[in-house]
């Protein structure tokens, strides 16, 4: 008996799913209905800022696999279709056409929920005017992109000073825009300690932005026609002719939710190991829409990653397909790259050490990408977090130029692993003089953190 | 009571070792004496093709720390003086100054040996002519740079394709010379699969070096004069002004073992995990002269390399000290990079796997080092290997443009922490377009080597 699989959402995690598990089961056996709000599926939303800056010209090189090359694979994708209602007992979903409005309801034996994620937008005067753009899909990108085409003015200004934000405004400076980078924390890159996101503060000034920490948007002001022309916050009003929204995502679950589906406390849909919504037999969930197991706070948490949704997939089309996998969790690793500043971080900050329940020493060294005599040798900061009296690695963050944000990988495989600083010290990783000094930057800074577990971890 | 410590050679291991047992015992405590047969300490070996190449301008950028620096921290360091004896049950060592031939003889309540390694140099006919060079100590690189630059022909011959083969081909390369680089496997760079060291051929005959394989080096012609003038194998004669080895190295363990202390199969002196020598109670041992255990393997091995070197150092200086450290071995990692190729492995290849027992899988795979459509995507070949049914990872080679190179860290940590190839799909490693596909190439091996054992690896 052929079976139907629907799958909502036409991007990372859904049509990873689905090429997975039509590698697994043929048309004959088994039938893939996606739906996808969009013009687009399987593309690469990370991308969009490299498509704004410049450095690609054509959103189609973001795009993985074309709606009609999912199509040739006997994959029923159906975009510019939202999935408006989803009723679990019946096992159906109602879509509706955005051209046309036709509604329809579509049975199903398996379902995949891959719904994504949506920018948050808080409830300010002027955030839906015209010229103020979130940079989620490639709609919003090419929508972003014909705003800039349309401007004379020359002045941005990016509120969120996150990964997108921190991205978005080294984009804009380079298509020649004078940037403002609006941001609530005391410090930018709130997915790092204040002490390193010090570090791209300072490095994001001397781009020529300009950096306003401890900013509270209160409204964006707009002109006669409605257009957005300031941003305004509790002490200031910054000219903008246009505005970037980088604040952050929230997972798109309300469907779910609404069907009964479980959500967790940042609204991420639960899932098994296996990827399954927990409580269902033949609905699984993906991407953007989960959270997923922190494996070092040992608790959910909501971490939107491209990285993640397609790992996700795959892992759902191999157990839809009748196969086996599992996604255990993330050790919560992220690299970002403002011009040539190199940054990232796995495991935990202090603040979330803390809230987990760890006691921790911290260590922070400054060492170089090469050997010291070698060209073109770059410094870079790295801070690692152990706890006390185990001394396993709790986390490690890297500020620095290039051949730093890659580094944090050994970190992410030893937090895994569950290794200690002090084995971490023994580590027998890559040397040479054009790669690494004999003591790789990393190995510094697990030598120190054993010193302070040593110095401080006793007791 | 003031104890003595001798040192038996002032390069990375032993000045290591020097330093970190100064830093834990002041000199009214702990006297130390180090011997070093040349005219400089602490200084990088691995820099020297950097340096013959104009990279480094100054050997003594080399040089993490002079001779003053480290007497200024209390430590006797004497150059240009070869410890000939070692007397284990008189507690003392003989040594001679080079300058002015004296022989005196000191006692020790600890001590160090770190003798290095020297060169292999096959008995051939000219092999001791001018004009012949090895590449070992700083010296050595003298000695090389002197001959170039009294030298007006343009033709250079490297002996060996080993990592300090295919270094100094380029070297010499970009110092304008015609470069023959002679090798007797059947592709460059042993260190690796013949399939992967296929890469590097490729790479080093499109860089305009003449890559001769299978080539048995016979002799060494010289001219009237003594000089070198021409390499010559089995097969053909090819002319030469100056004549390179890098055909490898062995542990200079003569001393050692005349002394009675254990030397293993490949000659490097034995230790336990406290870098202690075997059997003894107050002789530590590191750097190249000694043997370290292979954790992969199960075995020991000699592998000579300065990152080693340090860390065995600073492991023998805190135990020295009165602290405790050890050094539990390696698993085989080593980079190198040729012009803009980078080579990289840790593990075993297939023909070490073989030797200690296992049964594997191989998967090989191409992928990108950033995203597709990212400016600087450059591509790259993974090797892994994996023990069939456990699918433990075995080993991973990587050849590849930027970015290759330091990915087989990922590998090596998983190696140190035992995980399988499908334990290694799920790791969350850093992504963001600029360092990555979504997928890192390293993750792309590892499900391909999961693919391999669950097809092959059953019964």
Redesign the interface.
């Known amino acids: 008996m052929r079976e139907r699989l629907v799958i909502i959402g036409g991007d990372?995690a859904g049509m990873s799913a689905a090429s997975q598990a039509r590698r697994l089961k043929d048309p004959d056996e088994l039938e893939i209905v996606a739906f996808e709000r969009g013009h687009h599926a399987s593309y690469?939303a990370?991308?969009i800022p490299?498509w704004v800056a410049g450095?690609?010209d054509d959103p189609e090189?973001?795009v993985a696999r074309t709606p009609e090359e999912h199509r040739a694979r006997h994959i029923d994708l159906r975009t510019r279709t939202e999935v408006t209602e989803l009723d679990v007992a019946g096992g159906r979903v109602r879509s509706r056409r955005l051209p046309d409005g036709q509604e329809v309801w579509t049975g199903f034996d398996k379902l995949v929920v891959a719904t994504g994620a949506r920018p948050v937008r808080p409830p300010l005067p002027g955030i839906d005017a015209p010229g103020v753009h979130g940079v989620q899909t490639l709609d919003d990108g090419q929508a972003l992109l014909d705003t800039l085409r349309g401007t004379k003015g020359r002045q941005a200004v990016v509120v969120g000073a996150g990964?997108i934000g921190v991205e978005m405004a080294e984009a804009l400076l380079r298509r020649d825009y004078e940037v403002t980078l609006l941001n609530r924390a005391p410090e930018p890159m709130t997915t790092l300690d204040p002490d390193m996101g010090r570090l791209v503060h300072e490095a994001v000034t001397g781009l020529g932005i300009r950096m306003v920490n401890e900013a509270e948007v209160t409204e964006i002001r707009t002109d006669e026609q409605g257009r957005a022309r300031a941003v305004v916050t509790s002490d200031a009003e910054y000219p903008a002719d246009v505005v970037v929204l980088g604040i952050g995502v929230r997972p798109e679950s309300e469907l779910a939710e609404a069907a009964g589906l479980p959500v967790g406390d940042f609204g991420g849909i639960l899932t098994d190991q296996a990827m399954r919504v927990r409580g269902q037999s033949a609905i699984w969930a993906g991407g953007d829409c989960v959270e997923v197991l922190d494996l070092v706070a040992g608790r959910q948490r909501h971490i939107p990653?491209?990285?993640?949704?397609?790992?996700q997939g795959q892992v759902i089309g191999t157990n839809v397909g009748g196969g086996y996998a599992?996604?255990?969790g993330?050790?919560?690793?992220?690299?970002?790259?403002v011009c040539d500043l190199?940054i990232?971080r796995?495991g935990l900050l202090e603040a979330e050490a803390r809230e987990a329940g760890f006691q921790f020493v911290t260590a922070t060294v400054e060492a170089t990408s090469r050997?010291?005599?070698?060209?073109g040798a770059a410094s870079m900061t790295v801070k690692m977090l152990a706890e006390r009296r185990t001394g396993r690695l709790l986390g490690t963050q890297i500020v620095g130029r290039e051949?730093a944000?890659?580094?944090?990988?050994?970190a992410?495989?030893?937090l895994?692993?569950g290794?200690t600083v002090e084995?971490m010290?023994?580590?027998?990783?890559?040397?040479?003089?054009?790669?690494?000094p004999?003591?790789?930057p990393v190995l510094v800074a697990a030598r120190k953190a054993t010193q302070a577990v040593r110095a401080h971890g006793a007791g």
């Open positions: 990372a690469s990370c991308g490299y450095d690609v090189q973001l990964y990653l491209g990285t993640h949704a397609n790992k599992t996604f255990p993330v050790v919560g690793t992220a690299v970002s790259k190199e990232a796995t050997a010291g005599y070698f060209p051949g944000g890659k580094r944090v990988d050994v992410a495989v030893a895994t692993a290794m084995q010290t023994a580590l027998d990783l890559g040397y040479a003089p054009p790669f690494s004999v003591w790789d």
